[in-house]
């Protein structure tokens, strides 16, 4: 079956600009999470949603920063009035729930979104 | 807060050689669980094995195996009879309670594997 798909792959923006970036989970995978990962470093995590609603923002950087989650599948991160440092790749996870919660359910990654702010 | 780190950034092996990619957490929880993630240029991020806190025995996958030691907080990876597609920047993260049994991970910074043929 599909696995989960991130649109654009790659989006070069100017600064002060807006920008969504698009995550589309694999079917059933209720469990959706966006991560960051900046030039030579890990991935930072953002946000995670269950279902639409989202348990833990914590990760997000400022408040430019949102995302939503509609009917359960697509999601979408914004950033607005994007700065230099925003450049990074953006990474989408999506997992089943199981008995147990997450916690013993793979992520299932995406192959990000680039983006480049000039 | 748990930490992960990966105090490689780069390793290298000679094709069909064994190498060893060290990772170290640091949490105060008894029951977690380990990953090694594979990230080939694609970006895509490939699971490659995981561990159960709670099981003493290390968890093998084909040739790729771990040195899980939870006193020491440690979690390498070894992958035997290296090939050419197994370079990749290699990630070890640790699964972190949210909510509600619900979870996300932890990242190290990644440790870059060059394979010489």
């Known amino acids: 079956g599909a696995g989960v798909s991130q649109s654009p792959s790659n989006k070069v923006t100017e600064k002060g600009k807006d920008v969504e970036l698009r995550c589309d989970p694999i079917?059933?995978?209720?469990?959706l999470y966006w991560y960051r990962q900046s030039l030579g470093q890990g991935l930072e995590f953002l946000i995670y949603f269950q279902g639409n609603s989202a348990p833990d923002k914590s990760g997000l950087p400022s408040d430019r920063f949102s995302a939503e989650r509609t009917g359960g599948s697509v999601s979408t991160l914004t950033i607005q009035r994007t700065q230099q440092e925003d450049s990074a790749v953006y990474l989408c996870?999506?997992?089943?729930?199981?008995?147990?919660?997450?916690?013993?359910?793979?992520?299932?990654f995406g192959d990000g979104t680039r983006l480049s702010i000039l | 807060a748990q930490t992960v780190t990966q105090s490689q950034p780069e390793m290298s092996v000679q094709e069909a050689e064994t190498v060893t990619l060290s990772c170290t957490y640091d949490?105060?929880?008894?029951?977690?669980?380990l990953f090694w993630y594979k990230q080939p240029p694609s970006r895509q991020m490939i699971l490659v094995i995981r561990q159960e806190a709670y099981k003493q025995q290390n968890a093998t996958e084909n040739r790729f195996s771990v040195n899980f030691q939870k006193a020491a907080k440690s979690f390498s990876l070894k992958i035997s009879d290296s090939q050419l597609g197994d370079a990749a920047m290699y990630f070890c993260?640790?699964?972190?309670?949210?909510?509600?049994?619900?979870?996300?991970?932890?990242f190290g910074s990644g440790t870059r594997l060059l394979v010489r043929p």
């Open positions: 996870a999506s997992s089943l729930v199981g008995r147990g919660g997450t916690g013993n359910q793979p992520q299932h």
């Open positions: 993260a640790y699964r972190s309670y949210i909510r509600d049994s619900s979870y996300k991970l932890i």
């Open positions: 949490t105060s929880e008894s029951d977690y669980y």
């Open positions: 079917s059933g995978h209720t469990a």
